[in-house]
Structures are given as structure tokens and as C-alpha cells.
Nanobody, 126 residues
Framework: VQLQASGGGLVQAGGSLRLSCIGS????????MGWFRQAPGKDREFVAT????????RYADSVKGRFTISRNNAKNTLHLQMNSLQSEDSAIYYC????????????????????WGQGTLVTVSS
């Protein structure tokens, strides 16, 4: 299993970025996918997750209404559209694959995700 994240960068507060994650080595459509982030000196925290078929999503309260998670199962790709970025959003963002296939509810704990991408750095300047 490989997860390759990209799309991070430096952006001014109020700006937007779109992160992408390509999954390979497994049946992408069978697994929920999630985004987590980790800022310096802080624990890794949940950002968003999307169901294996793409029909349902769940977001952290801190990003609700600003971030949108989506997936293209035909291209084995996961996205995170981030709008109205704030300095508090600065972190390394990780995509992750849920450990079990085709679950019935969305998981927000990092311990439920088994495979992780390498991370992509997002820096928001104020």
C-alpha cells in the first residue's frame, strides 16, 4: 500500500489550497479515507473523512464549512479543498486509509487508520 500526498504550500490567510492523495497497492474503492494534520508541538488531529463510496463525509468542527473532502474512485484519488485558510490551519497534512473495508460509519480516530501518506506541508501566513 502506498499513499502519495501532494498540493501543500505557502498561502496567505483567506486563501485556498487543494490537497491530493493517490492510493495504490490496494482496492481504493473499498476503504474510507481520511485527512489528518499535525502542527509543531501538537498531536495529530482529525480533519475530515469520506466513506468508501464517497457518499458521506465527516469533518472536524474547526474546518466545517471551509474544507471539503472528496474522492475519485476511478482515479484512486482523494482530495481536500481548503478555503478561507487561517494561520491555525498551518500543519503537515496526512492522508490515511482506514484499516477495515466498507464500514458503516465514519471514523475520526487516528488509531483506526492503518496506512499513512508521507504528509504535505501547509503554511498559512497572516
Amino acid at each position: 500500500v502506498q499513499l502519495q500526498a501532494s498540493g501543500g504550500g505557502l498561502v496567505q490567510a483567506g486563501g485556498s489550497l487543494r490537497l491530493s492523495c493517490i492510493g495504490s497497492g490496494y482496492t481504493f474503492i473499498d476503504y474510507d479515507m481520511g485527512w489528518f494534520r499535525q502542527a509543531p508541538g501538537k498531536d495529530r488531529e482529525f480533519v475530515a473523512t469520506i466513506s468508501w463510496a464517497g457518499g458521506t463525509q465527516r469533518y472536524a468542527d474547526s474546518v466545517k464549512g471551509r474544507f471539503t473532502i472528496s474522492r475519485n474512485n476511478a482515479k484512486n484519488t482523494l482530495h481536500l479543498q481548503m478555503n478561507s485558510l487561517q494561520s491555525e490551519d498551518s500543519a503537515i497534512y496526512y492522508c490515511a486509509k482506514l484499516s477495515v473495508p466498507r464500514t458503516g460509519y465514519r471514523r475520526t480516530s487516528a488509531s483506526d487508520y492503518r496506512e499513512w501518506g508521507q504528509g504535505t506541508l501547509v503554511t498559512v501566513s497572516s
